[in-house]
């Protein structure tokens, strides 16, 4: 999925690319969603700021009727916390409807065509197996194994959630591990970087 800010930067780029893959989206109205959505986050992190502020004051304050006061003021502004919230849930939503319907960028070089008698193939290597079956495909495989949870990953984490579970887990670190020795013997120093959050 491409990154809101890179749509944004290139708005025209990646008009042009939907529509050579005929792909019906609309940009400005995506673009639109997520204003929307960053102004009711910073309404939202600013009431949670004020609820924090207001509570660390009450903790401190010495005069119970001032304190009584405050928590009155306090019980405001945590209902209109929560009509935010969900406001927020509601755009947060239209947006990752929206953003999954954005394609990636084709390069350009690419020849447009709606069926695969229009498009030109480069090359082919390899020999194309030939199943007396039909294969599933590996979001079926890792659920039939449980290898993974998508179900409550999505319920944590959004749209393409997923928890990593039993050999699924083992798999993932496996593969970490076989990376850091392959790199390792070639003197590479490892480092995890600060991570950014963006948004």
């Given at each position: 999925m491409l990154d809101i800010k890179f749509i944004r930067e290139n708005k025209e780029i990646i008009k042009a690319g939907a529509k050579k893959k005929h792909v019906e989206i609309d940009i400005d109205k995506l673009l639109e969603v997520d204003d929307g959505r960053l102004k009711i986050l910073k309404e939202v992190e600013d009431l949670r700021a004020e609820i924090n502020r207001v509570s660390n004051e009450?903790?401190?304050?010495?005069?119970?009727?001032?304190?009584?006061?405050?928590?009155?003021?306090?019980?405001?502004?945590?209902?209109e916390l929560k009509v935010k919230e969900e406001k927020l849930k509601e755009t947060t939503k239209e947006w990752q409807h929206l953003m999954l319907q954005v394609p990636n960028v084709p390069d350009m070089s690419v020849p447009e065509g709606k069926t695969d008698v229009e498009n030109k193939e480069i090359k082919t290597w390899g020999?194309?197996?030939?199943?007396?079956?039909?294969?599933?495909?590996?979001?079926?495989?890792?659920?039939?194994?449980?290898?993974?949870?998508?179900?409550?990953?999505?319920?944590?984490?959004?749209?393409?959630?997923?928890?990593?579970?039993?050999?699924?887990?083992?798999?993932?670190?496996?593969?970490?591990?076989?990376?850091?020795?392959?790199?390792?013997?070639?003197?590479?120093?490892?480092?995890?970087?600060?991570?950014v959050n963006r948004r």
């Open positions: 009450i903790s401190r304050d010495q005069d119970a009727a001032h304190k009584i006061q405050l928590i009155e003021e306090m019980r405001g502004v945590k209902e020999t194309k197996p030939e199943f007396q079956f039909d294969p599933k495909d590996h979001i079926e495989i890792m659920k039939n194994l449980r290898m993974a949870d998508f179900d409550r990953g999505t319920k944590v984490h959004g749209f393409r959630g997923y928890f990593l579970i039993n050999d699924g887990a083992g798999l993932s670190f496996a593969i970490w591990n076989y990376a850091m020795d392959f790199f390792l013997a070639k003197n590479f120093a490892p480092i995890i970087p600060p991570v």
